[in-house]
């Protein structure tokens, strides 16, 4: 299901043999490089990564691409880092679903985390509607509000077919507000004098990325962060069967578009399996349950995870690569006020459900 790129030529070159995918990739490799010195050079001044090197290679992609245009040489392996690196990256996430760890917290928490996810999607998708926000855009901006920050917008993108404007738009307003989120969260939980647990598990609700639930639960000790990650892998673990219901209504909701026979006297043909679940949820939603068997050495967990990281910040610097930042300048007052009210949204439904089981 391919990701659309903003590149001045397309991908293959009429009455040419298709160009060679290394030299965007390797291209792209260029900007990952780069986004990773970013976030390092972050640390080394500041003790931490405000940015993430995700989101540095938007960036970096997006200011490459506003100062010049890649040649066709490059067009093949841009288009391949953003769209066939970014479904393996996804696959490989799965991996990083600990089933056991989820079970251990219990039905009424669990059926609340999911719960929240659902009613944050479905609120923060009508606010962007209520915005005038495009669907697609919409769908990014709650998908990853709701359950996990830039991976959920990147996974959801190639499902709903969101343009690379759209994606890197999402991401890069989404991160601006995330690095707020830690920062404020922990004043939140001490003005509404909450312990461990209960402002633990609303840091794992409300902030979007696993490395910021933990630098925002840090604060309030070990067992805050504890309960922070475990609530986090739950919503993370949400993406695969949001990613499949948002497959089988994006050709309902006019995401995926039909063919001009497909449409018969007002009904759309039946879509084929490889349409309606795309194979990297499939692989997802594999690698959860191999892991959850015990068919998966707990070693390859940590390696996978980082692959899968690494993997999802070359395609982000493909999709900057790609990115007209016009179109994302032009999009911002609007996009902001989503993620500010969709954020808020979701701060209200955790602090219902926190209320609910007795955590705060």
Known sequence: MPMAITLPLPVHLSGRESPPLLPGIALCLIVTLAGYAGAAAERALFGKAWLEPLVLAILIGAAIRSLWTPGSRCHRGIAFSAKTLLEIAVVLLGLSVSAATILAAGPALLAGIAATVMLAIAASYGIGRLLRLPQRMALLIACGNAICGNSAIAAVAPVIHADGDDVAASIAFTAVLGVAVVLGLPLLGLALEMNATSYGALAGLIVYAVPQVLAAAAPFGA??????????????????????????????????????????????????????????????????????????????????????????????????????????????????????????????????????????
């Open 223 to 360: 067992a805050s962060v504890h309960m922070g990650t475990l609530v986090k892998l739950v919503r993370v673990l949400m993406l695969g069967p949001v990613c499949v219901a948002l497959s089988l209504i994006a050709p309902r909701l006019a995401l995926v578009a039909e063919p001009a026979d497909a449409v018969v006297a007002g009904d759309v043909a039946r879509p084929g399996l490889h349409q309606l679940v795309p194979w990297f949820i499939l692989g997802f939603l594999a690698l959860v349950a191999l892991r959850a068997i015990g068919a998966v050495p707990e070693a390859l967990v940590a390696p996978t995870g980082k692959a899968s990281e690494s993997l999802t910040v070359v395609s982000m610097a493909a999709l900057g690569l790609g990115v007209d930042v016009r179109s994302v300048a032009h999009a911002g007052a609007r996009v902001t006020a989503a993620v500010l009210l969709s954020l808020m949204a979701l701060l209200g439904f955790a602090l219902v459900l926190l209320t609910l089981l007795a955590m705060l």
